[in-house]
């Protein structure tokens, strides 16, 4: 089976802030016109017209990415409720913005590995997210029907599924090849 990850068009939070939604709430952005055009764009990659099925995140930014292509290469899509984006608090408290971004700096500073300094110590780890993202895509590995499965996604998750934990910018839409090592245990 030959796998693509994409990562999601680049999104808007304007509605999220604006109605003030924490935690989760505020990953419900949708894309921008920019992050449309770069969906279209990306259905374009050569490597993913055959691909068989598009599975996508249950966030709006991926799923309405994952929407985009499909509609351009006619494809089926389903969602992987556990590749939702990596998680700041693992007690699904509720962060600020600033929270997230900071926790985020810090995941990628340590490499996905808790430090005692920590200043945000609730962040999921590279080990867990990975646990999440391989448990949620399983189902699709083990299918006999697909030859070449597209993800759509976000950064952390590629970057977990890559075992890459400090892997720099991943861009909106950007593609890349899930190989069988990186797949390993």
Not at 9 to 26: H, K, N
Not at 166 to 171: A, G, M, N, Q, V
Request: glycine fraction near 6%; proline fraction near 8%.
């Amino acid at each position: 089976m030959t796998i693509y990850l994409m990562r999601h068009g680049e999104p808007t939070y304007r509605d999220t802030t604006a109605l003030g939604l924490p935690g989760m709430g505020a990953e419900l952005g949708q894309l921008r016109p920019e992050g449309i055009r770069q969906a279209e764009e990306a259905a374009k990659d050569p490597r993913i017209q055959d691909a068989d099925l598009i599975v996508a995140s249950p966030y709006p930014r991926a799923l309405q990415t994952a929407a985009i292509v499909s509609r351009r290469i006619d494809r089926p899509i389903e969602v992987a409720v556990g590749i939702f984006e990596w998680l700041p608090r693992i007690d699904y408290s509720a962060p600020t913005h600033t929270e997230i971004k900071e926790a985020w700096e810090e995941y990628k500073r340590n490499g996905g590995v808790h430090r005692p300094e920590d200043r945000y110590p609730l962040w999921e780890t590279h080990e867990m997210l990975r646990a999440r993202a391989l448990e949620a895509i399983r189902p699709y590995l083990e299918r006999k029907d697909i030859g070449k499965l597209l993800i759509v996604c976000h950064g952390g998750i590629m970057r977990a599924l890559m075992k890459q934990p400090s892997l720099p910018k991943i861009h909106f839409c950007e593609i890349r090849e899930l190989t069988p090592e990186m797949l390993e245990e």
